[in-house]
């Protein structure tokens, strides 16, 4: 059995954990990070993620300020307008269609997209050759015991890390957070997703569509050419009955039945990748922190893939444990830390889910009076200036 004495171990890691890593180390910091799973190669293989992020301005920003982001870079396609179709009928058709520009924000986009299995693929990359991290792949958490000053881990390998905090970034059911005894608070819809990357006949123009009609959402995620065609991620939300039925479908059904959904706003869909499919959930932990143990991602928060909300929350629990660290190196994983962290973030991700949750079900909804509200709703946010601005700065996490 191995022991290793750290600043910080971190438990998973997808793009959260990898991205909290890199903040530490960038700071100086040494830190263990551990996962069982292994980031794939390339798009198909199995186990890789089709879902793609945007990620917005702050969250640009926090990989731009530890040196990740020129890595990332040449992969990111930019957002710039969102465009918001209100559908009706079967098969769909738009009946209030409005477009919010990143220009009205004095931005040249939103924020730059990027698959989530060639983010993962390059961050990991990008920590492999990094100097206090040690990336352990295929070994994961197992075991938690602290004391008043420190973590002290089993991996399921036996080694064992000594750390003056532990952070879960190891996802929804998250093993860490079980170890710490944080119960979490989940919200089911009867909802899920299906996530796929498509190539289509007209171009993107940098432009992200949500159509929404009853069952959720149907969005449209802008992504650079592939061998030269136009492509988008699509992350479509379906009672869960209906998502089962469409993922039973051969490929060339399934696109037709996608571009039928999408109205055909980019032309004729063809699937480029495998289907995954996602429950949809809204999930909260009942505390952000144990002792010595910090929560992150979806370790702490789940919400419903709707304006590109989940993964950029999660970054800004990473922004916020890192510009604590770095105000004060000794005070890390000591409970005044761990309450300043809780502090800054509680608020933040409690209003996010409930408003994200109120939207999902609203949007949803198969009831002619909340559609009608959906779709005059629409309109009010777009064509009240004030509002627009509003509601566009607030989803950016400004
Ligand atoms: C369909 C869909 C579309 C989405 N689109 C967007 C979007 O456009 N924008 C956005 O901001 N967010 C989006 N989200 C949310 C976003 O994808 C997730 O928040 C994000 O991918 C989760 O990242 P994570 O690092 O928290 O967890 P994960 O990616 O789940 O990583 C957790 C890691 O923990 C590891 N692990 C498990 N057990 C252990 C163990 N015992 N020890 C160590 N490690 C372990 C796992 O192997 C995994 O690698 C979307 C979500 C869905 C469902």
């Not at 996962?35 to 992020?53: F, V």
């Not at 559908?87 to 986009?109: I, M, V, Y």
């Not at 492509?231 to 869960?240: E, F, K, L, T, Y």
């Not at 996602?278 to 929560?295: G, K």
Request: glycine content about 8%; some cysteine; hydrophobic content about 40%.
């Amino acid at each position: 059995m191995n022991r290793t004495d750290v600043d910080i171990f971190i438990s998973g890691g997808g793009i959260a954990g990898l991205t909290a890593a890199a903040a530490f180390a960038h700071q100086g910091l040494s830190v263990v990070l551990v996962d069982p799973s292994t980031p794939p190669k390339a798009i198909g293989t199995k186990g890789s993620d089709l879902r793609s992020t945007a990620f917005l301005a702050p969250a640009q920003d926090l990989l731009e300020n530890i040196g990740l982001w020129s890595a990332l870079a040449d992969h990111a396609e930019p957002l710039k307008t969102l465009r918001v179709i209100d559908c009706q009928g079967h098969p769909p058709e738009p009946r209030t269609d409005r477009a919010f520009q990143s220009t009205d924000l004095g931005a040249t986009s939103f924020g730059w997209n990027l698959p989530n299995w060639l983010t993962r693929k390059v961050l990991t990359e990008t920590l492999a050759g990094a100097g206090n991290v040690d990336l352990r792949l295929g070994d994961g958490f197992a075991r938690l015991v602290t004391r008043e000053g420190e973590a002290i881990v089993t991996l399921a390998s036996g080694d064992q890390v000594r750390a003056r905090l532990a952070i879960a970034a190891d996802g929804r059911s998250s093993p860490l957070r079980e170890a710490a005894g944080i119960a979490c608070k989940t919200t089911r819809y009867g909802q899920k997703a299906l996530a796929f990357i498509v190539s289509h006949d007209a171009a993107h123009h940098n432009v992200s569509t949500e159509l929404y009609l009853s069952g959720g959402a149907f969005t449209t995620v802008p992504l650079p050419n592939h061998e030269e065609k136009h492509c988008s991620a699509i992350v479509w939300m379906n009672d869960g009955a209906e998502a089962v039925r469409l993922q039973a479908l051969d490929d060339e059904a399934f696109a037709q039945a996608a571009t039928q959904r999408s109205c055909s706003v980019l032309g004729e869909m063809k699937l480029l990748s495998p289907r995954n499919v996602w429950p949809i959930v809204t999930q909260e932990a009942e505390r952000l922190t144990s002792q010595r143990v910090a929560l992150i991602a979806e370790a702490a928060h789940v919400l419903p893939p709707i304006g590109a909300q989940g993964l950029n929350t999660s970054l800004r629990d990473v922004a916020i444990l890192s510009e604590l660290a770095a105000a004060d190196k000794g005070l890390i994983g000591t409970r005044e830390f761990l309450s300043e962290y809780a502090k800054a973030r509680s608020r933040d991700i409690h209003l996010r889910a409930q408003f994200i949750d109120l939207y999902n079900r609203i949007c949803r909804s198969d009831m002619s009076k909340l559609q009608d509200l959906r779709s005059a709703g629409l309109k009010l946010v777009h064509d009240v200036a004030p509002l627009r601005r509003t509601i566009m700065t607030a989803g950016m996490g400004r």
